[in-house]
């Protein structure tokens, strides 16, 4: 069966929608977007031929609106849909109402995306077919001798609604806490729990399968170092199925084509397995759909994963299975997820507007013909980071020859990005990159433990950049201000006739330290810099200063927007804010205040005004950019204020409470 297809609507948002529409491009289609309000000026909505508006602001309200996404492509004349990743993309009554709508479906049949849509039941289907499980276990009736175990939401993944559990006084609230974000996230609470294979290994096979009974393997990947069990290094070929070697691959290969060729599968997907270091293996799950990391198996296989899911979606047979997808791939591909978060601080999710994201890139969408560095992003200078999605900035992709040099090559191009506006895990990534461990190969779902998010933090200006940064800001500063000025404009700042006390300008780092940068410019016109012994200024503008160390000269870019500075040079970068000269008596928060530390809704608060309450211990939970975050009490004390209610919609740096300390509340009483 051929169906035509002229004119395609992707119902998604951000790099998705972007990636789809450029294969869609390339293959002489029209394209047609739909957003929410707050996407309406969104790059995927200025890349497609036409947009349809989606009313409202959250994904309840638009992206997961079914019958509004049809309507659209119907009155924007699609005749086929692509459901990108999350949303609706494993949704089988949303795949089916495409269908009965006259519309090509651009994914696998409403009865397979059925069929692997509830993780109970796929294990169940997978278990019959042969593949290797793990086995179920019902919440209600676990004992202390099954944990570990982890809880999944059955309906979806992304790290959604999942939850470790290694005390049974814990599974509880665990189970309710998993429910809600399921609920949230999906639109369904059902979760589940399996036994929890500590540092065990994720790796996946991509699949892709036609109507003619034809299924590729094509490549394998190792998605093992998460955050919140969510994926943020992704590789082509797996480095554990190097390392084992043997039989693996092909066990794997035939594990996952076993797995789809039992339910029916046409187009692309994924199977999921959980490994450990021998090489054994057991289903995961199946996504339906598209995955995130994608581009590793596309640089190392040369196959454009979304072209065939459009040609397979026409009714064209897949032929041969290409001859890199069968060996893993040529060379080595690596993909991070820069988010816009903090990780040391609890991968803390950002929001705001993005002032400047300026990723060095070899291409955007696309194949790579030499090692080099592939952007796939939906976010431009001035996008907004909404608190009503997920806060990924872009995914950055190398390939290279070897392991090595990918990472080396990606490392590089992050570590030279400008990015502007908001925190992000950037030089968490570039740390990883060249981190022993992760060179090594030796990566598993538990390589971000908590000590080591510490060290991988660290900041990649290293100590003392502050000091330099602030100066070369301060100088920049005092460059523009003469540029600017009206009143004698060739004389330099602060420049006096006879000798006088230092320029002071005063910055605040990001970890909230003060710093003070001191120099005055002498009758020569030099610049003396009292605090940077053996650094000489070579020329400063408002835009650029450069200095030089040891007879080391860089260049340090300045761009400053309200009251931020960013300090940019080859390798790293500082972002300082302009201390105020005179504090705001209403800026200052009475002592104990609990602060909102992201944007987002108040879904639970488990105490009241009057109650005492011990550090550690969990006062309220929020939801922001589909995740949920628990608020606990800083230290020993009593609850004097509560300043939220369920249902309250929070901005960065809102009031929660007020814990007064205990000693004060007891001399009080």
């Given at each position: ?9 992707v ?44 009313p ?36 089988a ?31 169940a289907?997978?278990?019959?077919a ?17 944990l570990?175990?982890?809880?999944k ?26 429910r ?29 399968a ?40 092909e ?69 041969e ?33 993005v ?22 992003s ?38 030279d ?12 990534l ?38 330099v ?68 200024v ?10 030089t ?9 300045v ?9 940019d ?25 609990l ?37 606990s009490?800083?230290s ?17 740096g ?16």
């Amino acid at each position: 069966m051929s169906n035509a297809i002229t004119s395609v609507l992707v119902a998604n948002r951000g790099e998705i929608a972007s990636r789809v529409f450029a294969t869609c491009v390339s293959m002489g289609l029209n394209t047609v977007a739909v957003y929410s309000d707050p996407d309406a000026d969104a790059p995927h909505v200025r890349a497609a031929d036409a947009a349809v508006r989606l009313p409202g602001s959250t994904s309840a309200e638009t992206y997961l609106r079914g019958d509004e996404i049809i309507a659209a492509a119907q009155t924007a004349g699609a005749d086929a849909i692509h459901p990108g990743y999350g949303f609706l993309s494993e949704n089988a009554e949303f795949a089916q109402a495409v269908s009965d709508a006259g519309l090509t479906w651009i994914g696998p049949p409403p009865a397979a995306i059925r069929a692997m849509g509830s993780k109970v039941n796929a294990k169940a289907l997978m278990d019959e077919a042969g593949v290797p499980v793990l086995k179920d276990i019902d919440p209600e009736s676990v004992t202390a001798d099954e944990l570990p175990l982890l809880i999944k939401a059955s309906a979806g993944g992304g790290g959604r609604g999942m939850r470790i559990v290694r005390d049974l006084a814990e599974l509880s609230d665990a189970v309710a806490a998993a429910r809600r974000e399921a609920e949230s996230a999906f639109g369904d609470p059902t979760v589940f729990c399996e036994p929890y294979v500590e540092r065990g290994h994720h790796i996946e096979v991509q699949v892709m399968a036609d109507d003619h009974g034809e299924v590729w393997a094509v490549g394998e990947r190792e998605c093992s170092i998460q955050r919140r069990h969510q994926k943020v290094v992704e590789e082509a070929p797996a480095p554990l199925v190097e390392r084992v070697g043997g039989d693996m691959r092909e066990r794997l290969f035939a594990a996952a084509r076993k797995a789809v060729e039992s339910i029916g599968y046409r187009g692309a997907g994924t199977v999921e397995f959980l490994a450990d270091e021998n090489g054994k293996f057991f289903f995961l799950e199946t996504n339906t759909r598209l995955q995130v990391e994608h581009p590793v198996t596309e640089l190392t296989t040369g196959v454009d994963l979304v072209e065939w899911q459009l040609r397979v979606a026409m009714g064209e047979p897949l032929g041969e299975a290409p001859v890199a997808a069968a060996a893993g791939g040529f060379g080595h591909s690596i993909e991070v997820r820069l988010y816009a978060e903090d990780p040391a601080h609890d991968w803390q999710p950002q929001s705001g507007r993005v002032v400047r994201i300026d990723l060095p890139a070899t291409t955007r969408f696309g194949l790579l013909e030499r090692p080099g560095v592939r952007v796939d992003s939906g976010i431009t200078d001035g996008s907004e980071i909404s608190t009503f999605y997920d806060p990924m900035l872009a995914k950055v992709i190398s390939w290279a020859p070897d392991r090595a040099q990918a990472a080396a090559i990606l490392a590089r191009a992050l570590s030279d990005a400008r990015i502007h506006g908001l925190v992000t895990n950037r030089d968490m990534l570039v740390n990883t990159l060249r981190e022993k461990d992760f060179l090594a190969g030796h990566t598993d779902t538990g390589y971000l433990s908590e000590e080591r998010v510490g060290e991988l933090s660290a900041p990649l200006a290293g100590e003392g950049a502050d000091l330099v940064a602030a100066t070369a800001a301060a100088l920049a500063q005092s460059a523009r201000n003469r540029a600017t000025a009206t009143a004698v404009p060739a004389a330099p700042s602060g420049w006096r006739n006879l000798a006088s006390d230092y320029q002071r300008k005063t910055y605040v780092a990001a970890d909230g330290a003060e710093i003070v940068a001191r120099y005055r410019v002498a009758r020569d016109g030099s610049v003396e810099l009292p605090d940077l012994d053996g650094v000489t200024v070579e020329s400063v503008t408002p835009d650029v200063v450069v200095l030089t160390r040891a007879g080391v000269v860089r260049r340090y870019q300045v761009s400053t927007v309200g009251d931020q500075v960013f300090v940019d040079w080859p390798g790293a970068s500082v972002t300082l804010t302009r201390a105020p000269r005179f504090i705001d008596p209403a800026a200052v928060q009475r002592p104990g205040s609990l602060l909102a530390p992201m944007p987002g809704s108040v879904i639970r608060v488990a105490v009241a005004e009057g109650d005492r309450v011990t550090a550690g211990q969990p006062l309220l939970w929020l939801e922001a950019m589909k995740m949920e975050h628990t608020i606990s009490a800083p230290s020993d004390g009593v609850v004097s204020v509560l300043a939220v209610e369920e249902g309250r919609q929070l901005a960065v740096g809102d009031v929660l409470a007020v814990i007064d300390d205990d000693a004060e509340s007891r001399s009080v009483e």
